[in-house]
């Protein structure tokens, strides 16, 4: 399978799940990712994935990635990357083993296409 195939495949089971499709990126989020840039939002997706996610063990796992106060928060959730149950369940990483840099990478590269498509969301709606 692509990785073009993966994506619409997982877009579309995200786009189908009642819980997952409610998570929107709201005005004051959208100004935020532009008045940061796109490159900004990418490093700060990398340092919340690398500290919250990454490690074999995470002591809070389930509750360490909040509901709400920055928009990369909100597309995790969206993107099922918030706690290691979610990837496993959504991304096939088992827990209780380091995320490897390409699967860091992977999970950045699935927050910031979320990221982008809602904002492309938001812009046809004006």
Not at 7 to 34: A, M, P, T, V
Not at 51 to 59: Q, T
């Amino acid at each position: 399978m692509t990785k073009d195939e993966w994506y619409r495949q997982l877009f579309e089971r995200l786009d189908n799940s009642k819980s997952r499709s409610s998570f929107h990126l709201k005005q004051k989020d959208i100004d935020y990712i532009h008045e940061k840039g796109l490159d900004t939002i990418r490093q700060h997706v990398k340092e919340f994935i690398a500290k919250r996610e990454a490690p074999a063990y995470i002591a809070n796992d389930g509750k360490q990635t909040p509901m709400k106060g920055h928009p990369v928060f909100i597309a995790q959730h969206a993107t099922a990357t918030c706690c290691r149950e979610c990837i496993r369940k959504w991304h096939k990483m088992q827990p209780g083993k380091e995320l490897s840099q390409v699967r860091q990478d992977y999970l950045v590269d699935v927050i910031m296409t979320w990221i982008q498509r809602e904002m492309e969301r938001q812009e046809q709606k004006i």
